[in-house]
């Protein structure tokens, strides 16, 4: 199964926080059916591809033109480049983008704290929201998928290597599906390459660098539960000389622990702005 990214053109034209995980068009290839068996697989894949194409964003403030994010405050007592203490509220409205096929929008709360001395913010998840809605096309219905979280995220280490570690729940619906409920706790590493350094700031990107994402995750719908491993295989890579945000390069397993099939999901990239394939392999 491969997963379409925006067109290059929409990636540029949005705000960072609308990328963070409606990073990809409704729409894939013909892939398994449903190899982990009570689980939708295509609804599994979207939502593995959208939350580790932007864990690199999730790494990084959230920011926003004018009309889509406001924040009670842009206090920045010490000049590092997370705000003191602020609630960043985006509007459905003012946040809403189209693509050649359908729209998308972002809605809910960030809470962003800056933990003082320390290097880097934690960010508490009110009803984020990520909506992608496609129109009919051919044969295939309209559909509208919708991911939203809650839950708390922290970003912490130096210029050199940050680790972000999460505890939140995240709920995907798509139309006329079961809807999906998932509990992350996995955590991602990103080491920035040599003579490159990360530096906070509204709209401020990742530097050159790579990221390893580890940890557990679960998957619960229609009354079955799957519990997953990640391991990467292939450090993600986020190239800033790319005009997307997402991976250019970089492999990473879900390993199913139980209530599954010995295997493991694989997302793979290859290219600045190609697909994220997305497959099971079992074992």
């Given at each position: 199964m491969r997963i379409r990214p925006l067109s290059r053109f929409s990636v540029l034209l949005l705000p960072l926080p609308v990328l963070w995980?409606?990073?990809?068009?409704?729409?894939?290839?013909?892939?398994?059916?449903?190899?982990?068996?009570?689980?939708?697989?295509?609804?599994?894949?979207?939502?593995?591809?959208?939350?580790?194409?932007?864990?690199?964003?999730?790494?990084?403030?959230?920011?926003?033109?004018?009309?889509?994010?406001?924040?009670?405050?842009?206090?920045?007592?010490?000049?590092?480049?997370?705000?003191?203490?602020?609630?960043?509220?985006?509007?459905?409205?003012?946040?809403?983008?189209?693509?050649?096929?359908?729209?998308?929008?972002?809605?809910?709360?960030?809470?962003?704290?800056?933990?003082?001395?320390?290097f880097g913010f934690s960010a508490t998840l009110n009803g984020l929201a990520y909506t992608i809605s496609v129109d009919a096309n051919g044969g295939d219905p309209a559909e509208t998928r919708v991911r939203t979280l809650h839950g708390e995220r922290s970003v912490s280490g130096s210029p050199?290597?940050?680790?972000?570690?999460?505890?939140?729940?995240?709920?995907?619906?798509?139309?006329?599906?079961?809807?999906?409920?998932?509990?992350?706790?996995?955590?991602?590493?990103?080491?920035?390459?040599?003579?490159?350094?990360?530096?906070?700031?509204?709209?401020?990107?990742?530097?050159?660098?790579?990221?390893?994402?580890t940890g557990p995750m679960s998957w619960t719908q229609s009354g079955a539960t799957v519990s997953l491993s990640l391991e990467t295989t292939v450090p993600i890579w986020f190239d800033p000389g790319c005009q997307s945000p997402f991976p250019s390069a970089g492999e990473v397993h879900a390993h199913v622990v139980s209530g599954g099939p010995n295997g493991y999901v694989k997302v793979r990239w290859s290219s600045c702005g190609g697909e994220t394939e997305v497959d099971f392999v079992g074992a």
């Open positions: 995980l409606t990073c990809c068009k409704a729409g894939d290839d013909a892939g398994p059916e449903n190899p982990i068996q009570g689980l939708d697989f295509s609804m599994v894949s979207q939502v593995l591809a959208g939350e580790f194409n932007g864990a690199g964003l999730a790494l990084m403030l959230p920011s926003g033109p004018p009309g889509c994010l406001s924040a009670t405050s842009w206090d920045d007592g010490d000049a590092d480049g997370v705000l003191d203490d602020s609630d960043f509220t985006f509007s459905a409205s003012g946040c809403r983008f189209t693509f050649d096929d359908g729209w998308g929008t972002t809605s809910g709360a960030i809470h962003i704290l800056d933990p003082g001395n320390d050199s290597q940050v680790t972000l570690t999460q505890d939140v729940d995240l709920t995907y619906t798509v139309t006329g599906r079961p809807s999906a409920q998932v509990s992350e706790t996995w955590q991602a590493v990103f080491t920035a390459s040599q003579g490159s350094a990360v530096a906070f700031g509204v709209g401020a990107r990742l530097p050159d660098g790579s990221t390893v994402i």
